[in-house]
């Protein structure tokens, strides 16, 4: 009996799908905010523009400065709330940061049912910050 309970088992645990954790997904938040971070500091140092992609649908996040891309799991719900035009140019779903430190700002939301976190950037000093949001 229990090799049969141990069989079952090691056949369906691989495919039982595992949900993002409310601690997982604090963790991604801050690590998308890192990412943003590193871009900001960036910009200040090349003394250039630096441009963070947010490509909500396909939950991904890609560093301007380093390339480095976060891709969140297919149970976080990812949005992206970024000026449509930044300066005189249209953002693209870009979050734009100056050589100055400022930016065009804008919000990242993660999220997955009964827990959601915001990385908010401000547009006057390019600051960031992780956010907890109720859902």
Do not use: H, K
Request: charged content about 15%; some cysteine.
């Amino acid at each position: 009996m229990l090799a049969i309970i141990g069989l079952l088992a090691a056949i369906l645990l691989p495919i039982i799908p595992r949900a993002t954790s409310r601690t997982r997904l604090e963790a991604y938040a801050v690590q998308v905010a890192s990412l943003v971070t590193v871009d900001r500091n960036a910009a200040i140092r090349r003394r250039a523009q630096i441009r963070t992609q947010v490509d909500a649908p396909s939950r991904v996040v890609a560093s301007g400065a380093t390339g480095e891309v976060i891709r969140l799991p297919d149970d976080v719900t990812v949005s992206a709330l970024v000026a449509a035009r930044c300066g005189d140019r249209p953002s693209g779903g870009r979050i734009i940061f100056f050589a100055s430190g400022m930016s065009c700002g804008g919000v990242i939301a993660l999220a997955r049912p009964g827990n959601a976190y915001q990385v908010r950037i401000n547009w006057l000093t390019g600051g960031v910050e992780v956010v907890p949001v109720t859902p």
